[in-house]
């Protein structure tokens, strides 16, 4: 069974603060994907990131950065410079490629709710 | 623009009536999917789809049903069967079953009167 763990229910920083968005995964696959999405107010679902299991180098991506370490099953997302705009619901999810009770649909965290204050 | 379109935003429903959420996509996926937010939960599996006229259950998926007769369209109804109804359904869609990124719409909120 696949399974991910955002343990940070919610975070909250002042503005121009680093933060960092901690995700721990579960699975018996070999290949796999990893995702962040970020839900802004609004509700709809934004995708921020995908990584698969054979690529370990971590991303940057302007002020947000991704840390993938297969060793200890974690997948985290760093924001550098945190603003008010990033104040938002975050969700890691994985994804398999073994046919499963869930088919490859993308398994999600609980999510982190970050608050960026002025 | 190509996407992903929910309808309605919000919706409201008495008790003991069904209710059928849409969602539309035209960017050409193949594979679609239900999924159900309540606070502090997540998203859980409701149905998917990876291919026309077929569908699978997830993890959730007692007093729903859905159909999938068409690429761009795989709408949910929600049926009195579904104890608690009320929450935040989303939709996503992805170019292929596994190894892309799935994309959403913007939800509906159900809410049960």
New interface residues.
């Given amino acids: 069974a696949q399974k991910v763990t955002?343990a940070q229910?919610e975070i909250s920083v002042v503005e121009k603060e680093d933060v960092t968005l901690d995700c721990v995964y579960e699975t018996r696959d070999t290949t796999y994907?990893l995702?962040w999405?970020k839900q802004p107010p609004?509700?709809?679902?934004?995708?921020l990131i995908?990584r698969?299991s054979f690529d370990e180098q971590n991303e940057i991506s302007g002020r947000y950065s991704w840390n993938f370490q297969k060793s200890t099953s974690s997948f985290n997302f760093t924001i550098t410079a945190s603003q008010v705009v990033d104040s938002a619901v975050y969700?890691c999810a994985l994804?398999?490629?073994q046919n499963s009770?869930?088919?490859?649909?993308?398994?999600?965290?609980?999510?982190t709710s970050l608050l960026v204050t002025p | 623009d190509g996407g992903i379109t929910q309808s309605p935003k919000y919706l409201f429903r008495k008790e003991g009536q069904n209710v059928t959420l849409s969602c539309e996509q035209n960017l050409n996926h193949d594979?679609m999917?239900w999924?159900r937010q309540d606070p502090?939960?997540?998203?859980?599996?409701i149905y998917?789809s990876?291919i026309v006229n077929d569908f699978?259950k997830?993890?959730i998926a007692e007093g729903y049903s859905v159909s999938r007769e068409k690429k761009e369209s795989f709408p949910l109804t929600v049926t009195s069967a579904q104890k608690n109804p009320t929450a935040?359904y989303?939709c996503?869609s992805r170019i292929a079953?596994?190894?892309?990124?799935?994309?959403?719409?913007?939800?509906t909120?159900l809410t049960v009167v």
Avoid: C, H, I
């Fill in positions: 955002q229910t994907y995702f999405y609004s509700g709809e679902l934004v995708f995908r698969n969700f994804s398999g490629t009770n869930s088919g490859y649909a993308l398994n999600f965290g609980k999510g | 594979a999917y999924y502090g939960q997540g998203l859980r599996l998917y990876q699978q997830g993890d935040f989303l996503a079953p596994t190894g892309t990124e799935a994309f959403f719409g913007q939800g909120r």
